[in-house]
């Protein structure tokens, strides 16, 4: 994987585009760098929301959803730097670990709704 961030559309959606401080509502799956799945909001049967570009979640995403609209799916290459770094995380994510996500866009919500 390359040090830079790597976004691919895999749907691209018509609805209410990501922005910074929304609540959004996503279905991912994460996988490690030699495909095995280290997280799924699917396998847990429910979505997940977080606040976007509050660093509230790593790096990765606050950057690599921005501007997606709801209705889409995107693919994140997310090189370690952007994700936890030298840290673990649970059992699976080791220190400088590459990670991927595909990511379904359910819901966004901004002060304005």
């Given at each position: 994987?390359?040090?830079?961030?790597q976004?691919?559309?895999?749907?691209?959606?018509?609805?209410?585009?990501?922005?910074?401080?929304?609540l959004?509502?996503?279905?991912?799956?994460?996988?490690?760098a030699?495909g095995?799945?280290?997280?799924?909001?699917?396998?847990?049967?429910?979505?997940?929301?977080?606040?976007?570009?509050?660093?509230?979640v790593?790096?990765?995403?606050?950057?690599?959803?921005?501007?997606?609209?709801?209705?889409?799916?995107?693919?994140?290459?997310?090189?370690?730097?952007?994700?936890?770094?030298?840290?673990?995380?649970?059992?699976?994510?080791?220190?400088?670990?590459?990670?991927?996500?595909?990511?379904?866009?359910?819901?966004?919500?901004?002060?304005?709704?």
């Amino acid at each position: 994987m390359t040090n830079e961030l790597q976004i691919t559309d895999l749907v691209l959606g018509e609805g209410k585009a990501c922005v910074k401080g929304a609540l959004i509502t996503t279905q991912y799956t994460g996988w490690l760098a030699d495909g095995t799945v280290f997280d799924s909001s699917f396998e847990r049967g429910k979505p997940f929301q977080c606040v976007i570009g509050s660093g509230r979640v790593i790096k990765g995403w606050d950057q690599g959803l921005m501007g997606m609209k709801v209705g889409g799916k995107r693919k994140l290459q997310v090189p370690a730097h952007l994700a936890y770094g030298e840290r673990s995380m649970g059992a699976h994510i080791t220190p400088n670990a590459d990670l991927t996500f595909e990511i379904e866009l359910l819901e966004v919500l901004t002060r304005d709704d």
